[in-house]
Every structure is written in C-alpha cells, then in structure tokens.
C-alpha cells in the first residue's frame, strides 16, 4: 500500500527529540486557522510513494540520528494513513529507528491503536480544551483528541503535549488552567511544548490564492509566553515545559 507524501525535511530538530527525517503526510480532517502548511491539507496532491522509499530514507540518515533521533510522521494529519503506515513502522522498529508520530488525536479506530502501540513517542498537538474555542479554531470537535490523550495514558505510550499559544483564541487562562487540570496526573505525558504562533505560513496562502484567515493577530509577546510556560509548570512540576 502506498503512502501520500506531501514533503521531507532532513536534519529537523523540532518534532520530537535529536535530529531528525521528518515526513510531512498528505491530508488533513482539521482546518485550524493558523495552520502553517495549507498546502498538506486536501487529500488531492502529494506523491504515491512505496513505503520501502521511505525505509531507505530513514536508513541513509540513521547515521545522522545519534542516540535520541529517529523519523518523526507529521502533516497534514498522519493518522489518516495509519493502515499503511502500521507495516513501515514495522520495517523501521527493526532497523532502531525511534518513531515519533505528530497528530491532532482525532482518530482512534483499531488501525490507529495499532500504528501508535508502534510508536515511540506521540506528539499530541491539543488545540484548545475549550469545546466552543477549538470549534472555533479548527471547524471540528476535540472531544476525540481528548480520548485519544487517556487511551495513550492507559497504554503508557509517551506523549509530548503541544500548545500553539494563539492570542485571542487559546489564550485565555481559564482554558489552559482546564486542560492542566484534566491532564495533570497523566504519566504518559513526557514534554509539553508551547509553541508561539508565527506567520511563517502566509506566503503559502498567497501563492495558493487563499485568503489569511488570522490577518492581523499579533505574535506573541515574551510575557504571553512566560505567563502561559508559568500555569504550564504549576501543573506539571516534574515536566519539562518549553
């Protein structure tokens, strides 16, 4: 079965520990406002490539990997292609290649459970624990994403939990103080990583004919961003928080 890819980037060192061979998937089920890569969203475009391409990618640059990289699986939304990720998975486990799987959690049917019981760390990209804000943020419902958090908890999978900090919509203390307190006894949960929204994306926007939907909202400020880390570590003492 082949895998849609959309792009790869050699040498990332910001999905998941060390460096890394990160594959960007083709396709998304989320809209979220202030996604960074438009064009990985439709399920038209990419490239129909034999997941045996991917495995000699990995191998090549294992070298480059060291002791805490590996080949991270972003997008778009990976766990769409879950099925025929689950047999590459297999593949690069038996090479010792550490897998890291980028997802917004909002898939968990038996294919999904086995691609993560396949993976080694799972970053959980948790947009907004507001229902109405992360409607509001992503045109779809997180009560799945939340599900998927326990089920990777009751199955001790590791999970860096992410946070884009988007002023005006998952910025109010009240919605990070909530998702800290439904999180805080979860063991699975290794690393939370705020993320500062940025407009690195908006060319590609231009280039696609697409309007911006969050033109005008300011980046962060450095208290913003303090402010945020502070309720994050009050929570998670024993978390590294970044």
Not at 35 to 48: F, K, M, R
Not at 192 to 199: A, N, V
Request: net charge negative.
């Amino acid at each position: 079965m082949l895998i849609n890819v959309h792009s790869y980037e050699s040498l990332g060192t910001y999905d998941g520990p060390g460096i890394r061979l990160v594959v960007f998937l083709q396709g998304c089920n989320f809209r979220c406002a202030y996604c960074a890569n438009p064009d990985t969203i439709t399920y038209e475009g990419g490239t129909s490539t034999d997941p045996e391409e991917i495995l000699r990618k990995a191998v090549s640059e294992k070298p480059f990997f060291g002791q805490k990289g590996g080949i991270t699986f972003s997008g778009g939304e990976p766990t769409l292609q879950a099925k025929a990720l689950a047999p590459l998975f297999k593949k690069l486990r038996e090479e010792g290649i550490h897998i890291c799987v980028d997802t917004n959690g909002s898939l968990l049917n038996s294919e999904v459970k086995e691609l993560f019981s396949l993976t080694d760390l799972v970053l959980l990209d948790v947009k907004e624990f507001n229902p109405d804000r992360h409607l509001l943020l992503t045109q779809r419902e997180n009560r799945q994403t939340i599900r998927t958090a326990e089920w990777l908890e009751e199955n001790r999978i590791p999970v860096w939990l992410r946070y884009v900090l988007l002023p005006g919509y998952s910025d109010p203390e009240e919605d990070i103080i909530a998702l800290c307190e439904h999180f805080k006894s979860f063991k699975a949960i290794r690393r939370i990583e705020i993320l500062p929204y940025h407009t690195l994306g908006v060319h590609k926007y231009e280039a696609l004919g697409i309007p911006y939907p969050l033109d005008g909202v300011k980046q962060n400020t450095p208290e913003q961003l303090e402010r945020a880390k502070d309720l994050f570590l009050h929570y998670f003492p024993e978390v590294r928080v970044n």
